[in-house]
């Protein structure tokens, strides 16, 4: 049988039902905080994640909580970073700040023999830190540079021009 260049055989297709159920165990500490605790393996690595009500639609200036977050390990009231950065990599911590719209948070990997002392770091981390005013305006440079660089992308303008649309400019959203 001969094909032209523009004829293709499909390859076989084999379907397959896979179902991975994973146990989840909702409980809530005393604050009132919802905790879910998910039992999926036996390696002795644990991740923590902490989610506010926070995000991009919560800030008055374009950049604050992506910056905020990125300079949590910037120093605590207890360590300054180079100290907090060094406790972070002896006890292989791994931290993923990330914000999105409407949460900001911290994921925590780690070894789950460490577990209190990596609790108290990212206490420090979460709940103590410092924004040194010579890596703060470091930051905000090196941050500005990457937004206008950004807001030169495809990508992005379209991201913005529909949710612009759909929100208007002036909902947090549209903004």
Same mark, same amino acid.
């Given at each position: 049988?001969?094909?032209?260049?523009?004829?293709?055989?499909?390859?076989?297709?084999?379907?397959?039902?896979?179902?991975?159920?994973?146990?989840?165990?909702?409980?809530?500490?005393?604050?009132?905080?919802?905790?879910?605790?998910?039992?999926?393996?036996?390696?002795?690595?644990?991740?923590?994640?902490?989610?506010?009500?926070?995000?991009?639609?919560?800030? @008055?200036?374009?950049?604050?909580?992506?910056?905020?977050?990125?300079?949590?390990?910037?120093?605590?009231?207890?360590?300054?970073?180079?100290? &907090?950065?060094?406790?972070? @990599?002896?006890?292989?911590?791994?931290?993923?700040?990330?914000?999105?719209?409407?949460?900001?948070? &911290?994921?925590?990997?780690?070894?789950?023999?460490?577990? @209190?002392?990596?609790?108290?770091?990212?206490?420090?981390?979460?709940?103590?830190?410092?924004?040194?005013?010579?890596?703060?305006? &470091?930051?905000?440079?090196?941050?500005?540079?990457?937004?206008?660089?950004?807001?030169?992308?495809?990508?992005?303008?379209?991201? @913005?021009?529909?949710?612009?649309?759909?929100?208007?400019?002036?909902?947090?959203?549209?903004?």
């Amino acid at each position: 049988m001969k094909m032209n260049a523009l004829q293709r055989i499909q390859p076989p297709l084999f379907p397959f039902s896979a179902t991975i159920s994973i146990p989840v165990k909702h409980i809530y500490l005393r604050n009132g905080i919802s905790v879910f605790i998910i039992d999926s393996g036996t390696e002795n690595v644990m991740r923590i994640e902490f989610i506010f009500r926070a995000g991009i639609v919560k800030e @008055d200036i374009p950049l604050l909580a992506t910056t905020t977050n990125m300079m949590l390990t910037e120093g605590s009231e207890k360590y300054t970073s180079e100290e &907090l950065n060094r406790l972070l @990599d002896y006890y292989g911590v791994f931290l993923n700040p990330g914000v999105e719209k409407d949460t900001a948070g &911290l994921m925590v990997f780690f070894l789950n023999r460490y577990i @209190d002392k990596v609790l108290g770091l990212t206490r420090e981390v979460l709940f103590r830190s410092t924004f040194p005013e010579k890596e703060l305006v &470091l930051l905000m440079k090196k941050r500005l540079r990457w937004y206008m660089v950004n807001r030169e992308k495809v990508q992005n303008l379209a991201m @913005d021009a529909f949710f612009e649309s759909i929100f208007g400019n002036h909902h947090p959203y549209g903004r």
